[in-house]
Structure formats: C-alpha cells, structure tokens
C-alpha cells in the first residue's frame, strides 16, 4: 500500500518557469511533510518542510503548499534555473523517530 | 560542521556473504535512520536507533539488522546477502529527540553479484 503518492514522474520545464510536484498521502496521522532534492551520486538533501498546522511556507525560490482536507501538499519552484535539474521526493512522518515514507520521486529537468 | 559520513562508498559482495555498513552522524546528533533506495521500490525505511535502542524497523527480513553505538555512530548489517540487496543504503540523522529533521548522507552502493 502506497501511502504517499508522487506525481508527475518526470518533468521539463523551461528556465524561469515554476515547477510544480504534487503528493497526496492517505494517513491522517502524518504531521510532518518534508521535500528532499536529490542529485546524482548524492543523497537526499533536505529542501524545505510544513507541519499540518499551516498551510503554505516559503522558502527562497521553493514553496510548499498544504490542504490538510484534501490530504495533499505540493512544492513549487519558482524562477526554475538548469541546476535546479534533480530528482525530487516528498515524504511524510506521523510521529517522532518514525519512518519517513517516501514518494516515488519526480525528475525535473530544466531547460536552457 | 561535518554532514553525515557513509562507508564505504560502494561495496561489490557475492551472494550468501554478509556485510557491515558504516553511518556517522552529524555531531550532536543522536538519531540514526537507515534507508534503502532501489529504482523499483524507491526509498524504504528500515530502522530507526535513538541513544544506542532501536525504536521503529521497517518491514525488511531478519537477515537486515543493525546497532548504534555510545557515540550515536551507527552501523547495519545484512547477512546471507541475495541479489535484491544490491541498492543504494542510506543513514539519515536527526537533531531531535523526535527524529523529524532528517539529513541523510551520501549513502552506500552495494552490488551482489
């Protein structure tokens, strides 16, 4: 059972547009909604995170929408540049010290 | 400050050998999370170690099993190892007694052959 569901898979956006990556998750325990970036050869790195108790944060060029009753959130990038080419996971946490359950992941490339 | 330190890099195993994998967390951290990424099943938990205990483990045979050290150095390890362990092992570590801000490093490629 897939508890959070990732899309699109892949993604191509022209430079100075916004990037947009949508997940819905099922368990309305989760709490915490992190977003990782993830280059290849590296780990994941932590981009940008919300609790359920608001509904957007910023954060630079990155924003994290949230719709607690429609159990969704999504991550914009705004002003996409080429290194901004990466695969991105959205993840979610119902409490502390458990698991993260990851997204599929979507790819993003940015064109010059 | 040091992000979280992984080795080795990459490790080439037979099948029925087993290994050991290291983790370092970031100082002061005291969480260790250890995931497997695969193309197939994306990134899946499998435990979590706080102050030297196990607290959550993942849905992974016995065969994978892991420990955490006094100094929140953590290690895991997987015996009797079969073709589907070739994947990408990752240790993430949080700050937090509660585990949510987790930093992962640069992972583990391990390929049986």
């Known amino acids: 059972q897939q508890q959070v569901k990732q899309s699109p898979q892949s993604l191509i956006v022209q430079k100075g547009g916004i990037s947009i990556i949508n997940c819905a998750y099922e368990?309305?325990?989760?709490?915490?909604f992190p977003w990782y970036q993830q280059f290849p050869g590296k780990g994941p790195a932590l981009l940008i995170a919300?609790?359920?108790?608001?509904s957007e944060k910023k954060e630079g060029r990155f924003t994290i929408s949230f719709n607690k009753s429609a159990k969704q959130f999504s991550l914009h990038i705004m002003d996409s540049q080429p290194g901004d080419s990466a695969t991105y996971f959205c993840?979610?946490?119902?409490?502390?010290?458990?698991?993260?359950?990851f997204g599929k992941g979507t790819t993003l490339s940015v064109s010059s | 400050k040091a992000g979280v330190t992984q080795t080795p890099r990459y490790l080439i195993k037979t099948r029925g050998q087993q290994v050991t994998l290291s983790c370092s967390p970031i100082?002061?951290?005291?969480?260790v999370s250890w995931y497997q990424q695969t193309p197939g099943q994306g990134l899946q938990f499998l435990f979590e170690?706080?102050?030297?205990?196990?607290?959550n483990k993942g849905n992974f045979p016995g065969r994978f099993s892991g420990r955490q050290f006094s100094n929140s150095r953590s290690e895991m390890n997987v015996s009797t190892l079969e073709l589907g362990d070739s994947a990408l092992y990752l240790c993430?570590?949080?700050?937090?007694?509660?585990?949510?801000?987790?930093?992962f490093g640069p992972g583990t490629r391990l390929t049986v052959t």
């Open positions: 993430a570590s949080s700050l937090a007694s509660d585990g949510y801000e987790q930093y």
């Open positions: 368990n309305t325990a989760f709490d915490y």
């Open positions: 919300i609790r359920p108790d608001v």
């Open positions: 993840a979610a946490s119902r409490q502390a010290g458990t698991a993260l359950i």
């Open positions: 100082s002061g951290h005291r969480s």
């Open positions: 170690y706080f102050s030297e205990t196990q607290r």
